[in-house]
């Protein structure tokens, strides 16, 4: 079927939840995605930072046929082979104890969200403890699309529309400390942090301010919980985000790049805050499914065996380091920030930023613009500095241009003015 005939049938047929990009990818290898007309895209989005082995990796091809060939689903009811050992190899990456497996990363956060309502439930209950249910969750946060992740989620545009959304949640500004301080109380059941703000623009949070929320959080019995949906699984060169700051939180949450692009999520969380889920509280059909453990495993052991976090690391800092050059040739990039291959370079203009994503997608280079000025940077895992390379070049092209244009405008406005 051609582009065109999906698009009409799509436009009648489906919610229109998404204004897609009339490119119709039909395979993928490596960091490179292809369309319909055989034209190569270099992908530094990876499906918003899922592919982290790229495509058609050769140990999830495997981990798919093998598994497909056994078994595919037995419902939660029932034991198979792939759950208890991906979650010994989840915790131990971690540091946290237990594990909850579903589908997606909003999915993942809502099991969160439960996890510190039913925990101070069971703090008032058996210990007596004066805990309220509250949340504290910072501005600019993103948390995902159901209806309890958006009423953590600040942005308007994610919330306004489905108004009202679930209630006791205020917003800390983000990275204030004092302001954290100043609305944390007893009636706070768990502070939501994300680490590394994705779609917020990435902005990581200060030493300071993480280790400020975990010191509060152990002083009434809180929650600290660290959404890494984004930012986890090696996204930073490390397994966890919050391991660069040597901050544990009580529970955390995974999705995105866990099985390379078979749907999985997962909540890890320590023993003391399992203790407030019984069985029939929570779960989920799906949820640590044969395959999407299988491919989980695959993705982890292949990490494992090339040493891939280093690589992010060194290819993360290659690229930075290149951007923050290319910052000193254009006046348009106001700031370079991110961990690892999570980097967004902000921008002086809405408008710009726009023009620059969609015409390096016309350069067959796939980035992303997120909260209005900000280009960012998700690539597979296994980029290249020479990939990095294509990029800047393009990068250097572009706005070059656009500052040539811009200078060419004020000229004849000044000619205009003169004249």
């Keep these: 079927m051609k582009l065109e005939d999906i698009q009409a049938k799509e436009s009648k047929l489906l919610l229109q939840t998404y204004a897609r990009t009339p490119i119709l990818f039909v395979s993928g290898h490596g960091v490179h995605l292809q369309d319909e007309n055989g034209t190569d895209y270099l992908d530094l989005l990876s499906g918003i930072g899922v592919t982290a082995l790229g495509y058609s990796h050769p140990a999830v091809t495997a981990a798919i046929v093998a598994q497909s060939n056994k078994l595919l689903?037995?419902?939660?009811?029932f034991y198979h082979e792939g759950t208890a050992p991906l979650a010994e190899r989840l915790t131990r990456?971690?540091?946290?104890?237990?594990?909850?497996?579903?589908?997606?990363?909003?999915?993942?956060w809502e099991a969160a969200l439960k996890l510190a309502r039913a925990h101070a439930l069971m703090l008032r209950e058996q210990q007596g403890k004066n805990i309220g249910s509250k949340f504290l969750a910072l501005t600019h946060s993103f948390h995902g699309r159901t209806i309890g992740s958006v009423a953590t989620t600040h942005k308007e545009k994610y919330r306004e529309p489905f108004a009202p959304v679930m209630p006791c949640v205020e917003f800390v500004e983000f990275d204030n400390v004092a302001d954290l301080r100043a609305k944390f109380s007893n009636q706070i059941c768990a502070i939501c942090i994300?680490?590394?703000?994705g779609e917020g623009g990435i902005h990581p949070v200060s030493q300071e301010f993480f280790q400020t929320a975990r010191e509060l959080c152990d002083q009434t019995g809180a929650l600290l919980m660290a959404d890494e949906i984004q930012c986890g699984f090696g996204r930073t060169g490390k397994w966890f985000a919050y391991q660069h700051y040597g901050v544990l939180p009580d529970v955390t949450t995974i999705a995105k790049p866990i099985a390379n692009g078979?749907?999985?999520?997962?909540?890890?969380?320590?023993?003391?805050?399992?203790?407030?889920?019984?069985?029939?509280?929570?779960?989920?059909?799906?949820g640590g499914g044969p395959l999407a453990c299988a491919v989980a495993t695959a993705v982890i052991d292949t990490i494992e065996s090339t040493d891939l976090l280093a690589h992010v690391e060194d290819v993360g800092t290659y690229f930075r380091s290149q951007l923050e050059e290319l910052a000193t040739r254009h006046a348009a990039i106001v700031d370079v920030r991110g961990m690892g291959l999570m980097i967004g370079i902000e921008l002086d203009s809405e408008a710009l930023a726009t023009e620059i994503a969609a015409e390096m997608l016309d350069r067959h280079i796939i980035i992303n613009r997120t909260s209005e000025t900000v280009l960012r940077f998700l690539p597979p895992?296994?980029?290249e500095r020479k990939h990095v390379d294509t990029a800047i070049t393009a990068l250097n092209e572009l706005f070059t241009n656009h500052a040539s244009s811009a200078d060419t405008d004020?000229?004849?406005?000044?000619?205009?003015l003169n004249g």
Excluded at 73 to 77: A, F, I, K, P, V
Excluded at 410 to 416: C, M, S, T, V, Y
């Design 73 to 77: 689903h037995t419902s939660n009811l």
């Design 93 to 108: 990456l971690s540091g946290l104890d237990r594990v909850f497996f579903c589908n997606s990363g909003t999915e993942a």
């Design 194 to 197: 994300e680490p590394v703000q």
């Design 262 to 286: 078979i749907p999985m999520g997962a909540l890890l969380c320590t023993e003391a805050a399992a203790q407030s889920i019984t069985p029939g509280m929570h779960g989920t059909t799906f």
């Design 381 to 383: 895992y296994i980029l």
């Design 410 to 416: 004020a000229e004849l406005e000044g000619e205009h």
